[in-house]
Structure formats: C-alpha cells, structure tokens
C-alpha cells in the first residue's frame, strides 16, 4: 500500500558538492529535503517509486527502467565522487507490468543501469538513512489525460501489495522566471509557478487536467508530467498536502511538496 508521497525539485544545486556556495541562496529548499528525508525515513518503506522528467520517455507509451541494479552519479556537474547504487523490486515491477498491460495501458520496459539526474537528485538526497529498493517510472509523450489514468491504475496496483510504498515525482517548475533564468524570461512562468502551487496544496487533479498548454510551454518547465502520475496515483486517498519550500533565486523555481496520506 502507499504509505509516502512527494513532489520534489531535482536541480543539482541542492547537491553540496555541486551547489556549494549557491546551496545558501536557496535554504528552504534544502531544509525541506532534510526534513522529507527524516520523514520518509520515519515511514519505513519497503520500495521506492521514482517518477522522474529527465528518464528515456516514448511518445506512445509510459515506461519503466527494469535493470538488475542501478548507478546514481553526478560526473555530468564535475562530481566524480559521490555515487550511489540501489537495487529494483524486481516481484513488484513484475505485478506492475502485468497489471498494466491487463488494463490496455501503453507500457513497455527499458533497461539502463545509470539513472538520470531527475531520479539521482532526489534518490540521494532522500534515501540518505535508507536502504530501499526502487522502481523507475516514465512518463510518455502521450495526452494529459493519458498520464493521469496511468496514474490511477498505478494506484490501483501499488495499494494491492503488502509493501509500504513511498512514491516520488521529480520536477522543477518554470525555467522563464528571470531575465538570468535558463530559459530566458516569460511572464507565463510565474503564471504556471503559481498555479502548480496551488493545484499541488489542493490536490486538484481537474485543475491540472484542464491547464492551459500554451502557458506549460512558455513556462520551459519539467514537472507537468511527473505531477500529472502523481495525482493520478493519489486520485481518491484521503491526503494533506503541506508545501514545505518554494523558492527561484536563479530564475527556476524549485517546488517541495509532502503528502501526508491519512
């Protein structure tokens, strides 16, 4: 059963080798991610699931990276020294794709043993005090509606097990804050930011379903997806949402929300 559920930022800054002196400009962020990884610590799960922006996404069907142990590193940033290795649920990734595809959902199987940086970053910084196996999830280039029903029948499946299930969804909201930012400015990036706050705190899945594409896009974000599986997956339980952080001194803006399941 889902016993943990988060949003979070994955910006390598948060990474103290990698952020260093710019991991001061953004200190709720960090202190959410302590506090998260206390609490999921406290909650004991059995399994993790990773919902991550920068995996390998198909366009017509979701995914999920079945491999028989998984790296995390940060060299890509000039990091060569912290890693870390976890292994797969690999009975409950089976449930899971045979459930799927019971169900007529588009799924298919990947196999990498170097996970990306939206799954990294929050992997280490969350499992800190754990030893926990994962399942990395994808999301796919197919419709809103699409990922949100994926959503739900992962749901569906996840609550039949016995294991305690911590789920996570990886994304970084509006890269267009700024004139500094990645991206550039855009007066649509706040707009996204604030209603993705809003939509998160309320739980709102409608909300998100019927969000204007126009705006997602102009925003140059990457939490859209991962957000819309998540809300799918906690459609109908009985949640509080608490943001712990929300911050952009760099033009991006970094969203920590913890799900309370009660």
């Known amino acids: 059963m889902i016993t943990f559920a988060a949003f979070v930022p994955h910006t390598p800054l948060i990474i103290p080798s990698i952020g260093k002196e710019r991991l001061k400009k953004i200190p709720k962020t960090k202190q959410a991610m302590e506090q998260m990884s206390d609490d999921l610590y406290l909650n004991h799960p059995d399994v993790l699931v990773i919902i991550s922006s920068h995996t390998i996404a198909f366009e017509n069907s979701f995914s999920m990276n079945l491999h028989n142990d998984y790296l995390i590193n940060f060299k890509e940033f000039g990091d060569l020294g912290t ?14 794709q045979r459930f799927l595809r019971k169900q007529n959902i588009p799924f298919t199987l990947n196999s990498d ?28 280039g197919l419709d809103p509606k699409a990922h949100f029903i994926f959503g739900k029948n992962l749901q569906e499946c996840l609550q039949k097990t016995d294991k305690r299930v911590a789920v996570i969804a990886s994304g970084d909201l509006s890269h267009t804050l700024s004139a500094k930012a990645p991206a550039g400015f855009h007066a649509d990036g706040k707009i996204f930011d604030e209603a993705i706050r809003n939509i998160a705190l309320h739980v709102s899945s409608s909300k998100l379903l019927s969000f204007d594409p126009k705006i997602y896009k102009h925003a140059k974000q990457c939490a859209y997806e991962p957000l819309l599986i998540l809300l799918g997956i906690l459609d109908g339980i009985s949640i509080h949402a608490q943001e712990l952080a929300y911050e952009h001194p760099f033009g991006v803006g970094y969203l920590s929300v913890e799900f309370q399941l009660e």
């Open 83 to 96: 890693t870390k290795n976890f292994d797969p649920d690999l009975s409950l990734m089976d449930q899971i």
């Open 113 to 140: 043993f170097i996970l990306d940086y939206g799954s990294a970053v929050p992997l280490y910084l969350l499992t800190k005090q754990l030893s926990v196996p994962i399942i990395p999830i994808s999301y796919s």
